[in-house]
């Protein structure tokens, strides 16, 4: 639970960020306003998701939509006391309307995301539990022009390419 008040904190802080730097053109430019902010918003929560339950590979969709849902949650409550404290000039039911309501995309997101993570991560462990093992190269081999340098972790299908997957280390 503490893991998902942080993240929601962190999506609330990028959509406060942006609305900071973009508060000059709020009111001349609103579609374009919106819209920016909108894509942090997206940005933020799919970033936040394959950051949080790629560890998490026993997770349902559900589950996934209900940290959605809880990130949304510590959203409404940081705005809820920012607009306690003044910050909001709008009513609450203007604010439901137009600020809290683009927070329904986060659980639809988290929801979406958790089935390609799960089909991701095993395809990745089906890739490499079927992979050939390398052929040992020799020494003149490896100092060869365009071949890959010793050590170098590849795909595992043949091609040279290498395997630009980084694992993120535990949340």
């Known amino acids: 639970m503490k893991r998902v008040v942080v993240y929601g904190c962190a999506v609330w802080a990028a959509l406060v960020a942006i609305s ?18 909108l894509t942090v918003l997206v940005a933020a929560v799919l970033g936040g998701t394959i950051r949080y339950l790629s560890h998490r590979p026993t997770l ?12 949304a949650a510590v959203c409404v409550a940081l705005d809820l006391l920012l607009y306690a ?17 683009s927070y329904l995309v986060m659980p639809v997101i988290t929801a979406l995301t958790m089935p390609w993570l799960t089909f991701r991560d095993r395809d990745r462990v089906h890739a490499h539990a079927h992979a050939a093992p390398a052929p040992a190269m020799s020494a003149p081999a490896a100092l060869s022009p365009g071949a890959p340098s010793p050590g170098a972790a590849t795909t595992g299908d043949g091609s040279d390419e290498p395997d630009h997957y980084i694992p993120v280390g535990h949340c």
């Open 20 to 37: 900071l730097i973009l508060l000059p053109a709020e009111g001349k430019h609103e579609a374009l306003y919106e819209s920016i902010k």
């Open 60 to 71: 349902t969709a559900v589950s996934a939509a209900l940290v959605g849902a809880g990130w």
């Open 85 to 101: 404290s003044g910050a909001f000039t709008v009513g609450l039911d203007v604010y439901f309307t137009d600020v809290a309501s």
